[in-house]
Protein backbone atom coordinates (compact mmCIF):
# COMPACT_ATOMS: atom_id res chain seq x y z
CA UNK A 1 0.00 0.00 0.00
CA UNK A 2 1.21 3.35 -0.61
CA UNK A 3 0.90 6.05 2.15
CA UNK A 4 2.09 8.48 1.24
CA UNK A 5 1.30 11.49 -1.56
CA UNK A 6 3.40 11.89 -4.08
CA UNK A 7 3.70 15.35 -2.87
CA UNK A 8 4.74 14.35 0.23
CA UNK A 9 7.28 11.85 -1.10
CA UNK A 10 9.22 15.01 -2.73
CA UNK A 11 9.52 16.74 0.46
CA UNK A 12 12.98 16.55 2.15
CA UNK A 13 14.81 18.42 4.50
CA UNK A 14 16.89 21.66 3.80
CA UNK A 15 20.41 21.24 3.27
CA UNK A 16 20.97 23.89 5.79
CA UNK A 17 19.63 20.85 8.45
CA UNK A 18 22.24 18.77 8.25
CA UNK A 19 25.48 21.30 8.52
CA UNK A 20 23.59 21.94 12.06
CA UNK A 21 23.40 18.16 12.61
CA UNK A 22 27.06 17.69 12.11
CA UNK A 23 27.85 20.91 14.46
CA UNK A 24 25.95 19.39 17.03
CA UNK A 25 28.47 16.49 17.51
CA UNK A 26 31.18 18.92 17.91
CA UNK A 27 32.22 21.03 21.07
CA UNK A 28 33.69 24.89 20.68
CA UNK A 29 31.53 25.59 17.73
CA UNK A 30 30.94 29.01 16.25
CA UNK A 31 27.78 29.57 14.40
CA UNK A 32 27.43 32.15 11.80
CA UNK A 33 24.95 29.39 9.85
CA UNK A 34 21.60 30.80 11.79
CA UNK A 35 19.06 32.95 9.74
CA UNK A 36 17.78 34.48 12.91
CA UNK A 37 18.73 36.98 15.78
CA UNK A 38 20.21 35.44 18.48
CA UNK A 39 18.76 37.88 20.88
CA UNK A 40 15.84 37.46 23.30
CA UNK A 41 12.55 39.34 22.14
CA UNK A 42 12.41 42.48 24.09
CA UNK A 43 10.99 41.64 27.89
CA UNK A 44 8.00 44.69 27.06
CA UNK A 45 6.80 42.69 23.84
CA UNK A 46 7.05 39.59 26.11
CA UNK A 47 4.99 41.09 28.63
CA UNK A 48 2.25 42.71 26.80
CA UNK A 49 1.64 38.70 26.03
CA UNK A 50 1.84 38.25 29.62
CA UNK A 51 -0.82 40.39 29.94
CA UNK A 52 -2.88 38.88 27.36
CA UNK A 53 -2.60 35.58 28.57
CA UNK A 54 -3.77 36.81 32.09
CA UNK A 55 -6.41 38.73 29.96
CA UNK A 56 -7.84 35.46 28.91
CA UNK A 57 -6.73 36.38 25.28
CA UNK A 58 -6.51 32.62 24.77
CA UNK A 59 -9.24 31.43 22.44
CA UNK A 60 -9.39 31.46 18.86
CA UNK A 61 -9.58 34.89 16.81
CA UNK A 62 -10.88 35.38 13.53
CA UNK A 63 -9.40 33.38 10.71
CA UNK A 64 -7.43 36.77 9.48
CA UNK A 65 -6.14 37.90 12.90
CA UNK A 66 -7.50 40.14 15.37
CA UNK A 67 -9.04 43.20 13.99
CA UNK A 68 -6.34 45.06 16.42
CA UNK A 69 -3.75 43.36 15.26
CA UNK A 70 -4.49 44.03 11.49
CA UNK A 71 -5.16 47.61 12.24
CA UNK A 72 -1.52 47.35 14.26
CA UNK A 73 0.28 46.04 11.36
CA UNK A 74 -1.56 48.59 8.75
CA UNK A 75 0.38 51.38 10.56
CA UNK A 76 3.30 50.15 10.59
CA UNK A 77 6.47 51.19 8.85
CA UNK A 78 6.14 50.81 5.75
CA UNK A 79 3.23 49.56 5.38
CA UNK A 80 1.56 52.45 6.46
CA UNK A 81 3.01 54.87 3.61
CA UNK A 82 0.79 51.84 1.34
CA UNK A 83 -2.29 53.05 3.10
CA UNK A 84 -3.88 49.04 3.25
CA UNK A 85 -7.23 48.72 4.12
CA UNK A 86 -6.70 46.74 7.57
CA UNK A 87 -10.33 44.75 6.98
CA UNK A 88 -9.88 43.55 3.04
CA UNK A 89 -6.69 43.88 2.06
CA UNK A 90 -4.46 42.36 5.15
CA UNK A 91 -4.15 38.61 7.09
CA UNK A 92 -1.95 37.57 10.20
CA UNK A 93 -0.71 34.47 9.78
CA UNK A 94 1.89 32.26 11.52
CA UNK A 95 5.09 33.83 10.69
CA UNK A 96 6.27 34.89 7.29
CA UNK A 97 6.22 31.29 6.10
CA UNK A 98 2.61 31.01 6.73
CA UNK A 99 1.69 34.16 4.99
CA UNK A 100 3.90 32.84 2.03
CA UNK A 101 2.16 28.91 1.87
CA UNK A 102 -1.14 30.47 2.18
CA UNK A 103 -0.59 32.36 -0.99
CA UNK A 104 1.20 30.18 -2.65
CA UNK A 105 -2.02 27.59 -1.96
CA UNK A 106 -4.41 29.88 -3.61
CA UNK A 107 -2.18 30.78 -6.73
CA UNK A 108 -0.09 28.70 -7.93
CA UNK A 109 -1.65 26.06 -10.38
CA UNK A 110 0.28 22.27 -11.76
CA UNK A 111 2.94 23.60 -14.13
CA UNK A 112 2.59 27.51 -13.15
CA UNK A 113 5.91 29.16 -12.92
CA UNK A 114 7.48 31.71 -10.25
CA UNK A 115 10.61 33.41 -11.09
CA UNK A 116 12.64 33.12 -7.83
CA UNK A 117 16.29 34.74 -7.98
CA UNK A 118 19.19 32.47 -7.39
CA UNK A 119 20.87 32.46 -5.14
CA UNK A 120 17.53 32.88 -2.91
CA UNK A 121 16.33 31.46 0.66
CA UNK A 122 15.70 27.93 0.30
CA UNK A 123 12.14 27.49 1.02
CA UNK A 124 10.52 29.27 -1.91
CA UNK A 125 11.53 26.57 -4.70
CA UNK A 126 10.45 23.71 -2.04
CA UNK A 127 6.98 25.55 -1.72
CA UNK A 128 6.43 26.55 -5.01
CA UNK A 129 7.22 22.36 -5.79
CA UNK A 130 5.11 21.65 -3.08
CA UNK A 131 2.21 23.62 -4.38
CA UNK A 132 2.84 21.98 -7.86
CA UNK A 133 4.39 25.41 -8.99
CA UNK A 134 7.67 25.46 -11.24
CA UNK A 135 10.27 27.57 -9.54
CA UNK A 136 12.02 29.18 -12.67
CA UNK A 137 15.83 30.40 -11.19
CA UNK A 138 16.78 34.14 -12.53
CA UNK A 139 20.72 34.03 -11.88
CA UNK A 140 22.28 36.85 -9.89
CA UNK A 141 25.89 38.03 -9.52
CA UNK A 142 28.44 39.61 -7.84
CA UNK A 143 29.42 41.72 -10.73
CA UNK A 144 25.60 43.71 -10.48
CA UNK A 145 25.96 43.27 -6.17
CA UNK A 146 23.12 40.04 -6.32
CA UNK A 147 20.61 42.51 -7.59
CA UNK A 148 18.36 40.80 -9.16
CA UNK A 149 17.80 42.67 -12.72
CA UNK A 150 14.12 43.47 -14.70
CA UNK A 151 16.32 42.30 -18.02
CA UNK A 152 16.82 39.20 -16.68
CA UNK A 153 13.13 38.27 -15.19
CA UNK A 154 12.25 39.55 -18.56
CA UNK A 155 14.01 36.97 -20.32
CA UNK A 156 12.58 34.00 -18.01
CA UNK A 157 8.83 34.74 -18.68
CA UNK A 158 6.61 32.23 -20.41
CA UNK A 159 3.10 32.17 -20.81
CA UNK A 160 2.80 30.25 -17.88
CA UNK A 161 4.05 32.90 -15.48
CA UNK A 162 2.33 34.01 -12.41
CA UNK A 163 4.26 36.04 -10.34
CA UNK A 164 7.97 37.55 -9.97
CA UNK A 165 9.15 36.55 -6.46
CA UNK A 166 11.61 39.74 -4.94
CA UNK A 167 13.47 39.63 -1.73
CA UNK A 168 14.82 42.76 -0.77
CA UNK A 169 16.93 43.18 1.47
CA UNK A 170 17.97 39.66 0.48
CA UNK A 171 18.28 36.10 2.05
CA UNK A 172 21.18 34.96 1.83
CA UNK A 173 23.25 38.20 -0.05
CA UNK A 174 22.28 41.08 2.14
CA UNK A 175 21.31 43.20 -1.25
CA UNK A 176 18.84 45.16 -1.77
CA UNK A 177 17.22 45.92 -4.55
CA UNK A 178 17.30 50.17 -5.60
CA UNK A 179 14.35 51.81 -6.32
CA UNK A 180 15.95 52.47 -9.88
CA UNK A 181 15.75 48.72 -10.76
CA UNK A 182 12.34 48.13 -8.89
CA UNK A 183 10.83 50.71 -11.42
CA UNK A 184 11.92 48.55 -14.13
CA UNK A 185 10.61 45.60 -12.42
CA UNK A 186 7.23 46.52 -11.98
CA UNK A 187 7.31 48.01 -15.31
CA UNK A 188 8.19 44.16 -16.54
CA UNK A 189 5.29 43.20 -14.03
CA UNK A 190 2.96 45.16 -15.85
CA UNK A 191 3.87 44.80 -19.09
CA UNK A 192 3.42 41.09 -18.83
CA UNK A 193 0.62 41.15 -16.03
CA UNK A 194 2.09 39.30 -13.38
CA UNK A 195 2.01 39.27 -9.80
CA UNK A 196 4.82 40.42 -7.87
CA UNK A 197 5.36 38.50 -4.46
CA UNK A 198 7.34 41.27 -2.29
CA UNK A 199 8.76 39.54 0.53
CA UNK A 200 10.44 42.12 3.16
CA UNK A 201 10.55 40.10 6.49
CA UNK A 202 14.48 42.17 6.59
CA UNK A 203 13.45 45.68 5.53
CA UNK A 204 13.86 46.82 8.79
CA UNK A 205 17.65 45.71 8.81
CA UNK A 206 19.24 48.59 6.03
CA UNK A 207 22.88 49.97 6.25
CA UNK A 208 22.61 52.41 3.53
CA UNK A 209 19.84 53.39 1.80
CA UNK A 210 16.04 52.59 3.21
CA UNK A 211 14.35 49.89 0.96
CA UNK A 212 11.88 50.71 -1.10
CA UNK A 213 8.60 48.68 -1.50
CA UNK A 214 7.69 47.65 -5.01
CA UNK A 215 3.95 47.85 -3.55
CA UNK A 216 4.31 51.66 -3.41
CA UNK A 217 5.43 52.28 -7.12
CA UNK A 218 2.92 53.43 -9.95
CA UNK A 219 0.38 50.71 -10.37
CA UNK A 220 1.98 48.60 -8.67
CA UNK A 221 -0.30 47.81 -5.59
CA UNK A 222 -3.25 45.92 -7.54
CA UNK A 223 -0.42 43.47 -8.63
CA UNK A 224 1.52 43.16 -5.55
CA UNK A 225 1.26 40.64 -2.40
CA UNK A 226 4.24 42.44 0.29
CA UNK A 227 4.93 39.63 2.93
CA UNK A 228 6.45 40.24 6.19
CA UNK A 229 6.83 39.23 9.53
CA UNK A 230 8.06 40.30 13.18
CA UNK A 231 10.36 37.20 13.49
CA UNK A 232 13.62 39.31 12.33
CA UNK A 233 12.36 42.85 12.59
CA UNK A 234 11.69 42.29 16.92
CA UNK A 235 13.44 39.40 17.44
CA UNK A 236 10.65 37.11 17.50
CA UNK A 237 10.97 33.39 15.24
CA UNK A 238 9.61 31.33 17.70
CA UNK A 239 6.44 33.69 18.25
CA UNK A 240 5.38 32.59 14.58
CA UNK A 241 3.54 35.88 13.70
CA UNK A 242 3.84 37.06 10.00
CA UNK A 243 1.18 38.85 7.84
CA UNK A 244 0.52 39.38 3.97
CA UNK A 245 -1.01 42.31 2.73
CA UNK A 246 -2.31 42.93 -0.68
CA UNK A 247 -5.11 42.79 -3.23
CA UNK A 248 -8.36 41.99 -1.74
CA UNK A 249 -9.61 39.24 -4.04
CA UNK A 250 -6.62 37.52 -3.26
CA UNK A 251 -6.39 38.06 0.65
CA UNK A 252 -9.87 36.97 0.87
CA UNK A 253 -9.35 33.97 -0.62
CA UNK A 254 -6.11 33.60 2.03
CA UNK A 255 -8.58 34.08 4.19
CA UNK A 256 -10.71 30.89 3.93
CA UNK A 257 -7.45 28.75 2.70
CA UNK A 258 -6.22 29.54 6.86
CA UNK A 259 -9.70 28.56 7.99
CA UNK A 260 -9.15 25.10 6.93
CA UNK A 261 -5.60 24.95 7.84
CA UNK A 262 -4.57 26.34 10.80
CA UNK A 263 -7.71 28.41 11.89
CA UNK A 264 -5.90 31.97 12.80
CA UNK A 265 -2.36 32.73 14.33
CA UNK A 266 -1.33 32.65 18.03
CA UNK A 267 -4.02 34.65 19.95
CA UNK A 268 -1.18 35.46 22.86
CA UNK A 269 1.60 36.41 19.62
CA UNK A 270 -1.37 38.52 18.19
CA UNK A 271 -1.34 40.42 20.86
CA UNK A 272 2.62 40.76 21.51
CA UNK A 273 2.46 42.48 17.95
CA UNK A 274 0.32 45.08 18.49
CA UNK A 275 2.53 46.12 21.65
CA UNK A 276 5.84 45.80 19.21
CA UNK A 277 4.25 47.00 16.11
CA UNK A 278 3.54 50.22 18.34
CA UNK A 279 6.55 50.34 19.11
CA UNK A 280 8.89 50.33 16.36
CA UNK A 281 11.88 51.57 18.58
CA UNK A 282 12.00 48.40 19.43
CA UNK A 283 13.38 46.73 16.35
CA UNK A 284 15.60 50.22 16.37
CA UNK A 285 17.34 48.38 19.14
CA UNK A 286 18.64 45.14 17.10
CA UNK A 287 18.88 47.22 13.70
CA UNK A 288 21.68 49.02 15.73
CA UNK A 289 23.24 45.98 16.96
CA UNK A 290 23.62 44.06 13.38
CA UNK A 291 25.19 47.68 12.08
CA UNK A 292 27.69 47.37 14.45
CA UNK A 293 28.64 43.79 14.07
CA UNK A 294 27.93 44.00 10.14
CA UNK A 295 31.10 46.46 10.83
CA UNK A 296 33.04 43.55 12.78
CA UNK A 297 32.30 40.86 9.95
CA UNK A 298 33.37 43.49 6.96
CA UNK A 299 36.98 44.04 8.72
CA UNK A 300 37.36 40.83 9.66
CA UNK A 301 36.99 39.86 6.17
CA UNK A 302 38.85 42.59 4.80
CA UNK A 303 42.16 40.89 6.41
CA UNK A 304 41.19 37.33 5.30
CA UNK A 305 43.36 37.28 1.47
CA UNK A 306 41.53 35.39 -1.20
CA UNK A 307 38.53 36.34 0.13
CA UNK A 308 36.70 38.90 -1.32
CA UNK A 309 32.40 40.39 -0.82
CA UNK A 310 29.89 42.74 -1.90
CA UNK A 311 29.20 45.17 1.29
CA UNK A 312 25.39 44.06 2.34
CA UNK A 313 23.07 46.69 2.42
CA UNK A 314 20.78 45.00 4.48
CA UNK A 315 19.38 41.75 6.76
CA UNK A 316 21.85 39.87 8.30
CA UNK A 317 24.13 38.35 6.53
CA UNK A 318 27.39 38.58 3.81
CA UNK A 319 28.02 36.07 1.29
CA UNK A 320 31.81 36.44 0.40
CA UNK A 321 33.21 34.81 -2.77
CA UNK A 322 35.78 31.90 -1.83
CA UNK A 323 36.81 30.86 -5.34
CA UNK A 324 40.53 31.43 -5.11
CA UNK A 325 40.29 28.59 -2.56
CA UNK A 326 39.69 26.17 -5.32
CA UNK A 327 37.18 24.05 -3.78
CA UNK A 328 33.31 23.86 -3.85
CA UNK A 329 31.59 25.60 -1.19
CA UNK A 330 29.93 22.31 0.24
CA UNK A 331 33.66 21.11 0.53
CA UNK A 332 34.91 24.80 1.88
CA UNK A 333 32.29 24.89 4.37
CA UNK A 334 32.53 21.18 5.37
CA UNK A 335 36.21 21.74 6.04
CA UNK A 336 36.13 24.66 7.59
CA UNK A 337 33.32 22.92 10.31
CA UNK A 338 35.46 20.22 10.78
CA UNK A 339 39.04 21.52 11.61
CA UNK A 340 37.46 25.50 12.70
CA UNK A 341 34.40 24.48 14.14
CA UNK A 342 32.53 27.25 12.69
CA UNK A 343 29.66 27.30 10.56
CA UNK A 344 29.14 28.72 7.87
CA UNK A 345 26.43 27.77 4.78
CA UNK A 346 27.46 26.51 1.03
CA UNK A 347 26.79 28.89 -1.34
CA UNK A 348 25.52 26.23 -3.82
CA UNK A 349 22.49 25.53 -0.98
CA UNK A 350 21.06 28.65 -1.97
CA UNK A 351 21.04 27.50 -5.86
CA UNK A 352 23.35 27.35 -8.67
CA UNK A 353 24.40 30.91 -8.61
CA UNK A 354 25.73 30.39 -5.30
CA UNK A 355 28.31 27.96 -6.09
CA UNK A 356 31.96 29.85 -5.01
CA UNK A 357 30.31 31.23 -2.15
CA UNK A 358 29.37 30.92 1.42
CA UNK A 359 26.66 32.81 3.29
CA UNK A 360 27.15 33.82 7.09
CA UNK A 361 25.01 35.19 9.61
CA UNK A 362 26.22 37.96 12.00
CA UNK A 363 23.84 36.32 14.46
CA UNK A 364 26.12 35.59 16.95
CA UNK A 365 27.71 37.67 19.76
CA UNK A 366 30.67 40.22 18.90
CA UNK A 367 33.08 38.49 20.58
CA UNK A 368 32.28 35.08 18.74
CA UNK A 369 31.99 36.88 15.42
CA UNK A 370 35.97 38.44 15.98
CA UNK A 371 36.58 34.65 17.21
CA UNK A 372 34.97 32.95 14.52
CA UNK A 373 37.16 35.78 11.52
CA UNK A 374 40.00 34.67 12.99
CA UNK A 375 39.45 31.04 12.65
CA UNK A 376 38.41 31.72 9.21
CA UNK A 377 41.55 33.36 8.46
CA UNK A 378 43.44 30.77 9.69
CA UNK A 379 41.79 28.03 7.94
CA UNK A 380 42.10 30.17 4.64
CA UNK A 381 45.55 30.70 4.94
CA UNK A 382 46.37 27.14 5.85
CA UNK A 383 44.74 26.49 2.69
CA UNK A 384 46.67 28.70 0.41
CA UNK A 385 49.87 27.32 1.95
CA UNK A 386 49.05 24.08 1.12
CA UNK A 387 47.86 25.00 -2.34
CA UNK A 388 51.17 27.25 -3.31
N1 LIG B 1 11.58 35.07 3.99
C1 LIG B 1 12.90 34.99 4.10
C2 LIG B 1 13.75 35.54 3.00
C3 LIG B 1 13.51 34.40 5.22
O1 LIG B 1 14.84 34.35 5.31
C4 LIG B 1 12.68 33.86 6.23
C5 LIG B 1 13.28 33.17 7.39
O2 LIG B 1 14.45 32.88 7.46
C6 LIG B 1 11.29 33.98 6.07
C7 LIG B 1 10.76 34.58 4.94
C8 LIG B 1 10.30 33.44 7.05
O3 LIG B 1 10.41 33.93 8.31
P1 LIG B 1 9.24 33.78 9.36
O4 LIG B 1 8.34 32.68 8.90
O5 LIG B 1 9.91 33.46 10.65
O6 LIG B 1 8.53 35.09 9.38
Not at 6 to 21: C, E, P, S, T, V
Not at 139 to 150: C, H, M, N, R, Y
Not at 325 to 342: D, G, P
Request: hydrophobic share 40%; aromatic share 8%; net charge negative.
Amino acid sequence: MVVLSKRARNLHQGAIRAMFDKAATMDRVISMGIGEPDMATPMPICEAAAMALRNGQTHYTPNAGTLECRQAVSEWGNIKELHFDSRSEIIITPGGMGALSLLLSVIVEEGVEILIQDPQWLNYASQVRFFGGVPVPVPTSAEKGFVIQAADIEQKITEKTKAIMLNSPNNPTGAVIPEKELRKIAEVAIRHDLLVISDEVYNTLYYTEKPVSISALPGMKDRTIVINSLSKAFAMTGWRLGFAAGPAEIISKMVPAQENISACANSIAQAAAVYALHHPELSETLHTVFQQRRRIVMEGLDAIPGISYCEPDGAFYVFPNIKSFRMTSYEFCNRLLEEEHVVCIPGSAFGQAGEGYMRMAYTCSEDELVEGLQRIKRFCEAIRGNQA
